[in-house]
């Protein structure tokens, strides 16, 4: 992952950034930010991790990439005036502030960080052209042993143990495969005790290590 948005701007002007609007909670697969929608507001994601993705004209949907805390989210279409290029969606429970576009305008050019954020947002347009590029050329195994990866390395809790909140069927329209071809990646995986199903429809992750690894000398 690419250095998340504090680290360009800073502690102290994240900080205050920060402090222009509440705090929020949105919980696991809200809709933070929707493609085609106009720039009103950025989202600082403080905890938890989202997801990028693309719906392309029918309806299937592309994962770009994972953010997790941290980030600041949306900020192009604010900047450049133009509607939303892809969605944003909680993959867990999040803490998020949300600041107007004139506030964040107005903070961007009082602390001049125009050029940096620009500068950030053609890293993430490089980075969500590898993924696009992985998710066509890629196997199954592989794709959904990276977008696993992507999600734990975002994640806001680390541990022996992650639960990746999503259904199999969500898991299958992200990484552009059949419910079944993600199935059958999964099966070797939950044998092995990598990983085991949630009973509400997620995936406990144990060994993402293994998983990669395994994906790898699949293809």
């Known amino acids: 992952m690419y250095q998340p948005h504090v680290s360009v ?3 102290d ?3 205050q950034l920060c402090q222009l609007a509440p705090v929020r909670v949105r919980p696991a697969r809200s809709v933070l930010l929707r493609q085609g929608d106009p720039g009103t507001h950025v989202i600082l994601l403080v905890s938890g991790s989202t997801l990028i993705t693309l719906t392309g ?4 949907r592309t994962l770009l990439a994972v953010r997790g805390a941290g980030e600041l989210l949306g900020e192009l279409a604010v900047l450049d005036s133009q509607p939303r290029t ?3 969606i909680a993959a867990e429970d999040c803490r998020v502030h949300v600041i107007p576009a004139p506030d964040f305008l107005a903070f961007v050019k009082r602390h001049d960080l125009q ?3 620009l500068r950030h947002a053609i ?3 490089r980075e969500a052209e590898t993924v696009r590029l992985e998710m066509a050329t890629s196997a199954v195994p592989v794709r959904l042993a990276s977008a696993l990866g992507r999600l734990l390395q975002a994640a806001s809790v680390g541990g022996a143990e992650y ?3 999503l259904t199999q069927l969500e898991l299958s329209q992200l990484i552009g495969a059949s419910r079944n071809a993600v199935g059958t990646a999964l099966k070797p995986w939950r044998e092995r005790g990598w990983l085991a199903t949630e009973a509400a429809g997620g995936l406990i992750i144990r060994d993402i290590t293994s998983i990669q690894s395994h ?3 699949q293809t």
């Open 163 to 165: 639960l990746v909140r």
């Open 123 to 125: 890293t993430r347009v």
């Open 115 to 117: 050029a940096a954020l």
């Open 215 to 217: 994906a790898r000398t």
């Open 86 to 88: 892809a969605s944003v």
């Open 9 to 11: 701007i800073g502690d």
């Open 57 to 60: 004209s029918h309806g299937e």
């Open 13 to 15: 002007l994240w900080s």
